[in-house]
């Protein structure tokens, strides 16, 4: 019933830009606080970045802090995660969350529901 869908990853060079989305059903993302998280392989889940329902408070972790861009259009009940200039070490599985309480740092964000995933590759 409540689906969160990822799409958008790919294979991309390094310094090339990927947009990443993610639909929800069953689920209204209007009244949430959203955000994305990775996995890279034999590494531990990092938090990526978090926005507030209301859209007026952003987050991102260090390692993508100026390259990533959290956004949403409640409209279509999508969140989006604009990635630019992208490095190997950004290769993972990312995942859009759905949450409350990101205010003030990454940290405050607390998902609850969570996509499968969409792969990301940066390589050469």
């Known amino acids: 019933q409540l689906q969160l869908v990822e799409s958008g990853g790919g294979l991309v060079q390094p310094g090339g830009s990927l947009r990443l989305s993610c639909a929800a059903s069953?689920?209204?993302?209007?009244?949430?606080?959203i955000g994305w998280f990775r996995q890279a392989p034999g590494k531990a889940r990092e938090e990526v970045s978090c926005?507030?329902?209301?859209?007026?408070?952003?987050n991102y972790a260090d390692s993508v802090k100026g390259r990533f861009t959290i956004s949403r259009d409640n409209a279509k009940n999508t969140l989006y995660l604009q990635m630019n200039s992208l490095k190997p070490d950004d290769t993972a599985v990312y995942y859009c969350t759905a949450g409350y309480r990101c205010s003030g740092s990454l940290k405050s964000f607390v998902p609850n529901y969570w996509g499968q995933g969409t792969q990301v590759t940066v390589s050469s």
């Open positions: 069953g689920l209204t993302l209007a009244t949430r606080a």
């Open positions: 926005i507030s329902n209301s859209g007026d408070s952003t």
